[in-house]
């Protein structure tokens, strides 16, 4: 993986995290609807109310992109066999965990751009 790339998932990760807020913005086709639809399922995993959320987007295509993949996530989950599910929950939480140790342990760096908080 080039530097680049794992500064990118260094990112993604720290966008994860259900104790700040959160700015994404990067170029068409790098993940970002991946990044907010998993930290959008992180949070409500953490026990945020779904109507205190608040996820911008620039395009209603967009939001509903983001709507149909958490809706599709969570019916996946209602069927899926308990060991899978199981799975699945692990690696969301694996990655909430990792970008919360990476931030504490680096905040310095995380905080570099200004931006408390922000992916960019």
Known sequence: MSAIEDAAKQAQR???????SVWVA???????????T??????????TDPARI????FTRAAAAEMANRINERL????TMPP???SQDLVE??????V??????HHIDTVRLNGHQGGVG
């Open 26 to 36: 990067a170029s068409a086709g790098t993940g970002k609807t991946k990044v907010l």
């Open 99 to 104: 970008c919360h140790h990476y931030a504490r």
């Open 54 to 57: 608040l996820c911008l987007t």
């Open 14 to 20: 720290r966008a994860l995290r259900p104790d700040e």
């Open 83 to 85: 060991g899978r599910l």
């Open 92 to 97: 969301l939480t694996i990655r909430q965990m």
């Open 38 to 47: 998993d930290r959008l399922l992180a949070l409500m995993l953490d026990g």
């Open 75 to 78: 019916a996946a989950w209602t």
